[in-house]
Each structure stands twice: as structure tokens, then as C-alpha cells.
T-cell receptor, first 111, second 114 residues
Framework: QKEVEQDPGPLSVPEGAIVSLNCTYS??????FMWYRQYSRKGPELLMY????GNKEDGRFTAQVDKSSKYISLFIRDSQPSDSATYLC???????????FGEGTQLTVNP | GAGVSQTPSNKVTEKGKYVELRCDPI?????LYWYRQSLGQGPEFLIY????????DSGLPNDRFFAVRPEGSVSTLKIQRTERGDSAVYLC????????????FGEGSRLTVL
């Protein structure tokens, strides 16, 4: 069993839709949770960074962490064609040195 | 440039050959990471440097893989006796902090072993 599970999609939505992306994990030592966006043939870039449980909002993006359920989510409001990319969840232990990634969800937002 | 720079961007080699991949991190970043990303998968950790030393190399798949960072800046990932299964995108990332900091990724070196 993988430490981090993420539905690979692909996910296709119309412009303006609300998108929900999710990951589950098994390692209860994970404390920092991140979402990266990766465009085709590019490196991942950090979108959201949260510590422990709770919500964090940044513009059209909201990240949620539920440590009791070992479940994290990323919501994208008013999705745009430019949001079309692969979204990777990632997490790390407090004293850890390595990020553990999900396999990524491929999102397409259609104009 | 201000970002993480990786060369070559593409490398095609034959099975059994030796390959070097280079990473130039963001200036001032002391932490440097190598990840490997296979098609349709998330990045997998290979090795982490803090300064010149490899603080965690537990992700290296076998002794054909080796990485160095002799002056605490540029790093080279070395793969001996390449195999077809080594084909992947090799990503380098750097960070200002050694723990919990944001990782800045390069665009990767795409390795194809024929």
C-alpha cells in the first residue's frame, strides 16, 4: 500500500466549475501538507502549504486538512483553462527531510 | 537565472552507458534534493543534501546511482550502467530551509535509455 493515495483522474470540467481534488494517507507522522501544480514538461510549483489540520485559503484555492481522517483536499473555485495541469499532493513529517507525493491528478478545464 | 537550472533537459543514451545530470540550485539555498518522476507518477525521493553532505540517500534505488555536491552548490547525479528502467524525468529541487521549507523545482532532465 502506498503511503499517499491520489486519484489520477483524468478530470475534465467546464470553465467556472468548482474542482475538488483529494488525497488520503496512512502515515500519521505527516504534519506538513502541500499541493503542487505541474504543467506539462515543467517542474512542480508550490500552490498551497498547510501545517496540521485546518483550512487555508488563497484566492480561488482552498486547502483542507483533516488529520483525524488522514484526508486532504484542494478546492479550486471559478476554474480557468489556465488551471489545466497535474495537481500533486505532498506531505512531510515534522522532522523529515523528504516530501512524499501522491501520483497526481490530471485536470483539464474546458473553455 | 533565478530558478533551479538542470542540464541537460533531454538525454538519450544506450543501455549500459554512464550518465551525469547536473543541477544548479537557487543561490543561497543550502538544501538540495533529487527526485525521479516516471510517466503518470508523482516524484519519488532519491537523495537530499544539506550543504556538501548527503543527509539522506535512502531513496537511491541501488549502487548504480550516486550524487555529489562538492562545494555545497551545484550537484551532479551519476548513473552507471544505465538500464531501460532508469528512463524517467529526474527533478532537482532546492530549499532555503532544511526542514519543512518550500521546495523550488527545476524543469527536470528527461532521461531515455534505449
Amino acid at each position: 500500500q502506498k503511503e499517499v493515495e491520489q486519484d489520477p483522474g483524468p478530470l475534465s470540467v467546464p470553465e467556472g466549475a468548482i474542482v475538488s481534488l483529494n488525497c488520503t494517507y496512512s502515515n500519521s507522522a505527516f504534519q506538513y501538507f502541500m499541493w503542487y501544480r505541474q504543467y506539462s514538461r515543467k517542474g512542480p510549483e508550490l500552490l498551497m502549504y498547510t501545517y496540521s489540520s485546518g483550512n487555508k485559503e488563497d484566492g480561488r484555492f482552498t486547502a483542507q486538512v483533516d488529520k483525524s481522517s488522514k484526508y486532504i483536499s484542494l478546492f479550486i473555485r471559478d476554474s480557468q483553462p489556465s488551471d489545466s495541469a497535474t495537481y500533486l499532493c505532498a506531505m512531510i513529517e515534522t522532522s523529515g527531510s523528504r516530501l512524499t507525493f501522491g501520483e497526481g491528478t490530471q485536470l483539464t478545464v474546458n473553455p | 537565472g533565478a530558478g533551479v537550472s538542470q542540464t541537460p533537459s533531454n538525454k538519450v543514451t544506450e543501455k549500459g552507458k554512464y550518465v551525469e545530470l547536473r543541477c544548479d540550485p537557487i543561490s543561497g539555498h543550502t538544501a538540495l534534493y533529487w527526485y525521479r518522476q516516471s510517466l503518470g507518477q508523482g516524484p519519488e525521493f532519491l537523495i537530499y543534501f544539506q550543504g556538501t553532505g548527503a543527509a539522506d540517500d535512502s531513496g537511491l534505488p541501488n549502487d548504480r546511482f550516486f550524487a555529489v555536491r562538492p562545494e555545497g552548490s551545484v550537484s551532479t547525479l551519476k548513473i552507471q550502467r544505465t538500464e531501460r528502467g532508469d528512463s524517467a524525468v529526474y527533478l532537482c529541487a532546492s530549499s532555503f530551509l532544511s526542514r519543512g521549507g518550500e521546495l523550488f523545482f527545476g524543469e527536470g532532465s528527461r532521461l531515455t535509455v534505449l
